[in-house]
């Protein structure tokens, strides 16, 4: 029976991390799995633990080559000229067609979004370590209050 519950987890994890390989989100994959999105999540963490390191860096550039892809994707839709169309008719400023800056606005998010990924995908963000030293003194103070009326 331990054998077959193994068989199962095993199989779980491999479906959660071929999922997510192909950009699946977790709420899709625990749709999948017949699990939460949190416990799709701990499913694909588990799965990772136990990838040999060499896997590891392969999937990490792999998925740098996947973002790589979308950033040049987002910066194409950046570079390029939008105008403004309303009701399929092109909005025209003084006689040119006014510039649209909603699909330029939103690649400049996307962009950053995909910088973020890479930064997380890489431990580029790691917290910085902080030291903390303290003296063992405790001082009080009480505020707003009169001490005088107090004794």
Do not use: C, W
């Not at 590891?56 to 950046?78: G, I, N, T």
């Not at 390029?80 to 510039?99: A, C, F, Q, S, W």
């Amino acid at each position: 029976m331990a054998r077959r519950a193994t068989e199962e987890t095993q199989e779980r994890r491999a479906e959660a991390v071929r999922l997510r390989r192909r950009g699946v989100s977790f709420e899709d994959i625990g749709d999948a799995l017949g699990v939460t999105k949190q416990r799709a999540h701990q499913i694909y963490r588990a799965a990772l633990a136990e990838i040999p390191a060499q896997e590891v860096a392969e999937y990490r550039a792999e998925q740098a080559e996947r973002l790589d892809e979308m950033l040049r994707k987002a910066y194409e839709v950046l570079e390029r000229k939008h105008i403004t169309v309303n009701n399929g008719k092109v909005i025209y400023l003084d006689d040119e067609p006014m510039e649209d800056d909603a699909p330029t606005l939103m690649a400049i998010k996307t962009i950053l979004q995909i910088e973020e990924r890479r930064a997380k995908l890489l431990g580029l963000d790691a917290p910085a370590r902080q030291q903390v030293e303290v003296d063992g003194s405790l001082r009080y103070e009480i505020v707003g209050v009169d001490l005088d009326q107090l004794k």
